[in-house]
């Protein structure tokens, strides 16, 4: 059995766990709510405040679903609880953000401003010109509009530049070498 799967989530204090029909789980807490469409061959079960997975049969295909599943539905619990959140970096002469309004407004060493939108569920922060907090409570979209972001510019090998993640660690190259 899988040890992912068959561990229990406990639901904190201050959040509701719904299962309605179909597996369509609705979490709500104190940073959000968030509501998504489990895998309907899984069994979620509600015992208080216990979460429990379990799988119909032992299938390849259930078992790889059955530790996703709790992946999922705890994930979601954390991010009602605690927010995901990623941190970016940016390197370069001139490079800089700012926030304007609801947009991130990049300078990126492009002819042009370089302006990102904020999505709903998602939060920017920029507390200094070259960092980037990106916060919410769906880890999965938290990572992805991160990505969105760093792709805007993506660090080169040479000189560093670019935008990473803050824990990214860039393998620098040589470069040319003089006579």
């Given at each position: 059995?899988?040890?992912?799967?068959?561990?229990?989530?406990?639901?904190?204090?201050?959040?509701?766990?719904?299962?309605?029909?179909?597996?369509?789980?609705?979490?709500?807490?104190?940073?959000?709510?968030?509501?998504?469409?489990?895998?309907?061959?899984?069994?979620?079960?509600?015992?208080?405040?216990?979460?429990?997975?379990?799988?119909?049969d032992?299938?390849?295909?259930?078992?790889?679903?059955?530790?996703?599943?709790?992946?999922?539905?705890?994930?979601?619990?954390?991010?009602?609880?605690?927010?995901?959140?990623k941190?970016?970096?940016?390197?370069?002469v001139?490079?800089?953000?700012?926030?304007?309004?609801?947009?991130?407004?990049m300078?990126?060493g492009?002819?042009?401003?370089?302006?990102?939108?904020?999505?709903?569920?998602?939060?920017?922060?920029?507390?200094?010109?070259?960092?980037?907090?990106?916060?919410?409570?769906?880890?999965?979209?938290?990572?992805?509009?991160?990505?969105?972001?760093r792709?805007?510019?993506?660090?080169?090998?040479?000189?560093?530049?670019?935008?990473?993640?803050?824990?990214?660690?860039?393998?620098?190259?040589?470069?040319?070498?003089?006579?």
């Amino acid at each position: 059995m899988s040890r992912i799967g068959r561990a229990p989530i406990t639901v904190p204090a201050g959040v509701d766990v719904t299962v309605a029909e179909g597996n369509v789980v609705t979490v709500k807490g104190p940073k959000g709510t968030i509501t998504k469409t489990l895998c309907p061959v899984m069994s979620i079960e509600k015992d208080g405040e216990v979460i429990h997975v379990k799988r119909p049969d032992d299938t390849k295909e259930n078992r790889a679903l059955h530790g996703l599943t709790r992946t999922l539905l705890n994930n979601m619990v954390h991010g009602v609880t605690h927010e995901f959140s990623k941190t970016l970096e940016i390197n370069g002469v001139g490079y800089r953000a700012a926030k304007e309004g609801k947009n991130l407004v990049m300078n990126l060493g492009y002819s042009h401003q370089v302006i990102v939108p904020e999505v709903d569920g998602i939060s920017i922060d920029v507390p200094n010109p070259n960092q980037v907090v990106i916060r919410g409570v769906d880890k999965q979209q938290v990572g992805q509009f991160a990505a969105d972001v760093r792709n805007k510019r993506p660090p080169e090998p040479y000189k560093g530049k670019g935008i990473k993640y803050a824990d990214e660690v860039i393998r620098r190259k040589e470069g040319k070498t003089g006579k």
